[in-house]
């Protein structure tokens, strides 16, 4: 799209980003370059989607709702701190009942593979 006038991550910005990952990392210049460019690219194509939203529903602004429903709704991407807590809460953990179904599964399993 090329709407935006800066970066969005510049160099410098992506290199504090890896030495907070792993301080010994380095990116080759190549590497470094894709990397800006698939950010600015993923931006101007969420605010283009959003515009879009934002024209469909016969707004003058961008609203957030808009980025939002492009990121959630078409890019299936959960923002923290937006949307409900029960569409995105962790699986629990199986209970003891099926832990056990899956103990008696493995021992004839084993017993018959012994065969």
Excluded at 10 to 38: F, S
Excluded at 39 to 45: K, L, Y
Excluded at 88 to 108: N, Y
């Amino acid at each position: 799209m090329g709407l935006c006038f800066e970066k969005v991550l510049t160099r410098t910005r992506l290199q504090d980003l890896l030495r907070e990952i792993d301080p010994n990392e380095h990116l080759d210049d190549d590497v470094e370059e894709v990397l800006l460019q698939a950010a600015d690219n993923f931006v101007d194509d969420v605010i283009s989607r959003a515009c879009d939203l934002a024209k469909h529903r016969k707004g003058t602004t961008l609203e957030a709702q808009d980025v939002l429903l492009v990121l959630q709704g078409q890019l299936n991407m959960w923002i923290p701190g937006y949307g409900s807590a029960e569409e995105h809460q962790v699986p629990k953990m199986p209970s003891q009942s099926t832990s056990e179904a899956h103990r008696q599964r493995m021992a004839l399993i084993r017993k018959f593979s012994k065969k």
